[in-house]
């Protein structure tokens, strides 16, 4: 195919199908790392209690949320405690 003198040049085109597809690719790699990114587990209330001795074995007795009035309920542990809530 030739080109005649006063069409544009592909090289401008050409430079920004490149430039698209560089982003296209850095996008794709953002949204998959993302989508890899590690989650928080939810907390598991068992049951309610006072005491962690009443407790399934290996659960911790923790307030059930994070207000003062919510009461206690087990909860398996986060990183050695009781669950954080926000």
């Known amino acids: 195919m030739r080109y005649s003198s006063d069409s544009p040049s592909p090289a401008p085109r050409r430079g920004s199908r490149i430039l698209l597809l560089t982003l296209l690719c850095g ?21 309610s209690c006072t005491t962690s001795d009443q407790c399934p074995k290996g659960q911790l007795c923790c307030p059930a949320c994070g207000q003062p009035d919510c009461g206690r309920a087990c909860f398996k542990p986060f990183r050695g405690g009781c669950p954080p809530f926000v």
Request: proline share 14%; aromatic share 0%.
């Open 27 to 47: 996008a794709l790699a953002l949204t998959q790392s993302l989508a890899q990114a590690p989650k928080l587990p939810a907390p598991h209330a068992t049951a």
